[in-house]
Antibody, heavy 119, light 108 residues
């Protein structure tokens, strides 16, 4: 079955960068776009952006333009999300999620990666 | 940009009762683009309903969705102990996802 497995928790200082991986299995990696979504404590789910694993094209939320980069490695079926110039309010659980065009929704999610930004 | 407003913020009910959750959008859109998710503490969201009214694979039939335009509803006909969680509505449009603020269904 479909699995998205994310890398482990990270602790970063303000101004640093973090790169999280999301390894896909159980389906054809290049056939499904991947979203990144985060959830800060006490806040709603927030969409960060989307990547096409087939063509490497991306769309980022306006709030993160300039400090967010999504990439993919088709040889390992892995997508990456890198966020730079971290601030304390970037502390959140970050999720990758597969987009299903059949459902027009995200049908499988990674387990989440906690990123803590603290001096 | 579409804004989704969920109500109530918290619903206190007993097992066996009916839960009715609302999601209101700031502008009209096709119901094809509305989904509902359940999230339990420490877990990722799980897709329940897509296209406003279709259950995802493996979702029990006590979960149902309805609505169109700007008003959408998730109904849980008889709450089971495992149903107590936070529920989110989601809109998909032009490669972007938007989420509501969530409704927590707690045990009364």
């Amino acid at each position: 079955q479909v699995h998205l497995v994310q890398s482990g928790a990270e602790v970063k200082k303000p101004g640093a960068s973090v790169k999280i991986s999301c390894k896909a299995s159980g389906y054809t990696f290049t056939s499904y776009y991947i979203h990144w979504v985060r959830q800060a404590p006490g806040h709603r789910l927030e969409w960060l952006g989307i990547i096409n694993p087939s063509g490497d094209d991306t769309t980022y939320a306006q709030n993160f333009q300039g400090r967010l980069t999504m990439t993919r490695d088709t040889s390992t079926s892995t997508v990456y999300m890198e966020l730079s110039s971290l601030r304390s309010d970037d502390t959140a659980v970050y999720y990758c999620a597969r987009h299903s065009y059949d459902y027009i929704a995200t049908d499988s999610w990674g387990q989440g990666t906690l990123v803590t930004v603290s001096s | 940009e579409i804004v989704l407003t969920q109500s109530p913020g918290t619903l206190s009910l007993s097992p066996g009762e009916r839960a009715t959750l609302s999601c209101r959008a700031s502008q009209d859109f096709s119901s094809s683009y509305l989904a509902w998710y359940q999230q339990k503490p420490g877990q990722a969201p799980r897709l329940l309903i897509y296209g406003a009214s279709s259950r995802a694979t493996g979702i029990p039939d006590r979960f149902s969705g309805s609505g169109s335009g700007t008003d959408y509803t998730l109904t849980i006909s008889r709450l089971e102990p495992e149903d107590f969680a936070v529920f989110y509505c989601q809109h998909y449009g032009t490669s972007k996802l938007t989420f509501g603020g969530g409704t927590k269904v707690e045990i009364k």
